[in-house]
């Protein structure tokens, strides 16, 4: 079973920024595609950033891109997202999320395993 935790949410004043982690564990990490995602209250869960197995592709949201960075340490078994230049809309609820798989992906139902999440509340 693959264990996803999440780290790294606070309240946090607009045009600051947050680095978010998760940990993973129960399996291989760098078999594992990484995804993070994020949902707002009355909202639908939306992609944030995905990254591959081995952390040399990317794919971001437009509403992120320029703005947030996420990266990998297959050696620390850990995912993050930097997120700078935040914006009172970026506040959600962020979690990660795994599939077994090198590629990476935009679609959160081919993601097999995900975390509890993390808060992040940015203040105008």
């Known amino acids: 079973q693959v264990h996803l935790v999440e780290s790294g949410g606070g309240l946090v004043q607009a045009g600051g920024s947050l680095k978010l982690s998760c940990a993973v564990s129960?399996?291989?990490?760098?078999?594992?595609?990484m995804g993070w995602f994020r949902q707002a209250p009355g909202k639908e869960r939306e992609l944030v950033a995905a990254?591959?197995?081995?952390?040399?592709?990317?794919s971001y949201a437009d509403s992120v891109k320029g703005r947030f960075t996420i990266t990998r340490d297959n050696a620390k078994n850990t995912v993050y997202l930097q997120m700078n230049s935040l914006k009172p809309e970026d506040t959600a609820a962020y979690c990660c999320?795994?599939?077994?798989?090198?590629?990476?992906?935009?679609?959160?139902?081919?993601?097999?395993?995900w975390g509890q999440g993390t808060q992040v509340t940015v203040s105008s």
């Open positions: 990254i591959n197995a081995s952390g040399r592709s990317t």
């Open positions: 129960g399996r291989t990490f760098s078999t594992l595609a």
């Open positions: 999320a795994a599939r077994p798989y090198d590629m990476l992906s935009t679609r959160m139902s081919s993601y097999d395993y």
